[in-house]
């Protein structure tokens, strides 16, 4: 069964510090795989997008990596911000087109 | 600003009233989606519909009931509901009816209805 799971489930750390997420799927065949941010009372918004030939992406001090062998893809977040606070989401797409959701990493950056 | 907008934010209903949802997304994208966000679940897909036709129904009870009028606009009408439809409910667009393709095609959340049923 194609799944992706995410850890950890919540995560507090403080302003400034860094932190990592991660993501491990069996989805296969695999097509993409996508981070995106929820803040609270808002919709995911996308963050990165790795393809099977993409090991690492930054957007800003977000940088998603993937090891498409593993099957795992990490989300690293440098000098977290107050605004940083949010779930985490990580979507694998089957090259059939279907996405298979993560349950998310909720994040809380204190000050 | 997003560019998918939903409407009402939060909706409180018994179980025996009827309710709408509606999504209006302004991007000129061609499939809108439902999706059932509860705490500690993944999203769940419920509807997708791709240039106006339904193309996915993901087992979801008839006491939902979309309607997608035209490319631009998304409805999910509600009749007798049960508390554990109490959830986040999500629409979101995007280019091409297979989001999972490419870069282009990610999916655009609105901001959600947060639905009660007592």
Known sequence: ?????????????????????????????FSNLRWYK???????VSLTIMTFSENTKSNGRYTATLDADTKQSSLHITASQLSDSASYICVVSERDDKIIFGKGTRLHILP | ETGVTQTPRHLVMGMTNKKSLKCEQHLGHNAMYWYKQSAKKPL?????????ERVENNSVPSRFSPECPNSSH??????????????????????????????????????GTRLTVT
């Open chain 1, 38 to 44: 929820q803040d609270t009372g808002r919709g995911p």
């Open chain 2, 74 to 111: 998304l409805f999910l009408h509600l009749h007798t509901l049960q508390p554990e439809d109490s959830a986040l409910y999500l629409c979101a667009s995007s280019q091409a009816h297979f989001p999972g393709r490419g870069k282009n095609s990610p999916l655009h959340f609105g901001n």
């Open chain 1, 1 to 29: 069964k194609n799944q992706v799971e995410q850890s950890p489930q919540s995560l507090i750390i403080l302003e400034g510090k860094n932190c990592t997420l991660q993501c491990n799927y069996t989805v296969s065949p």
């Open chain 2, 44 to 52: 769940e897909l419920m509807f997708v519909y791709s240039l106006e």
